[in-house]
T-cell receptor, first 110, second 113 residues
Framework: DAKTTQPTSMDCAEGRAANLPCNHS???????VYWYRQIHSQGPQYIIH???NNETNEMASLIITEDRKSSTLILPHATLRDTAVYYC???????????FGKGTRLHILP | EAGVVQSPRYKIIEKKQPVAFWCNPI?????LYWYLQNLGQGPELLIR????????DSQLPKDRFSAERLKGVDSTLKIQPAELGDSAVYLC???????????FGPGTRLTVL
């Protein structure tokens, strides 16, 4: 079973920051938080991952709370192409299986 | 660089018929995965190959599903016979090896009538 809880869907206006929350209250000390997204008719795509510290790359930022029980994926300037299902996943490391939940369906509104 | 290639993209068959899906991973990727994705759900792992060896097939329904990865490159997933409940998207992914990130193909959407 997925170890994370995410809202079923969210809306965000184009050009604004999209903030996608994820709860992972049972995360253990050596488990990472990974984010993937799946655009319609495509396979999932890796976005970002982190352990404790906040992370940023060219696609997004990941903010992990100090107790590590929740995190937020931030898309700083959402575009229509960011409309997708976003999956928050807890994994031991890259060797570990990816167990997808149902994710959050993000709609970017023009 | 070409991504993971899957064919066909769509397949419609009648129940009890056989069906096969083909996957060509990214060149040089030793690890290959097949996933099943039901409507409204996230993908679920069916089988993982390290080169030509199936090292994790615990979720593959072996009574009707089979897979092979001859020569450790392309892979084929087969269902025989197909059932109505097999209607889903079948995704293939590859990674350089198990410790590297997975790259997914676009999937094959199967409809069983």
């Amino acid at each position: 079973d997925a170890k994370t809880t995410q809202p079923t869907s969210m809306d965000c206006a184009e050009g604004r920051a999209a903030n996608l929350p994820c709860n992972h209250s049972t995360i253990s000390g050596n488990e990472y938080v990974y984010w993937y997204r799946q655009i319609h008719s495509q396979g999932p795509q890796y976005i970002i991952h982190g352990l404790k510290n906040n992370e940023t790359n060219e696609m997004a930022s990941l903010i992990i709370t100090e107790d590590r029980k929740s995190s937020t994926l931030i898309l700083p300037h959402a575009t229509l192409r960011d409309t997708a299902v976003y999956y928050c996943i807890v994994r031991m490391n890259r060797d570990d299986k990816i167990i997808f939940g149902k994710g959050t369906r993000l709609h970017i509104l023009p | 660089e070409a991504g993971v290639v899957q064919s066909p993209r769509y397949k419609i068959i009648e129940k009890k018929q056989p069906v096969a899906f083909w996957c060509n991973p990214i060149s040089g990727h030793n690890t290959l995965y097949w996933y099943l994705q039901n409507l409204g759900q996230g993908p679920e792992l069916l089988i993982r190959y390290e080169n030509e060896e199936a090292v994790d097939d615990s979720q593959l329904p072996k009574d009707r599903f089979s897979a092979e990865r001859l020569k450790g490159v392309d892979s084929t997933l087969k269902i025989q016979p197909a059932e109505l409940g097999d209607s889903a998207v079948y995704l293939c992914a590859s990674s350089l090896d198990r410790g590297h990130e997975q790259f997914f193909g676009p999937g094959t959407r199967l409809t069983v009538l």
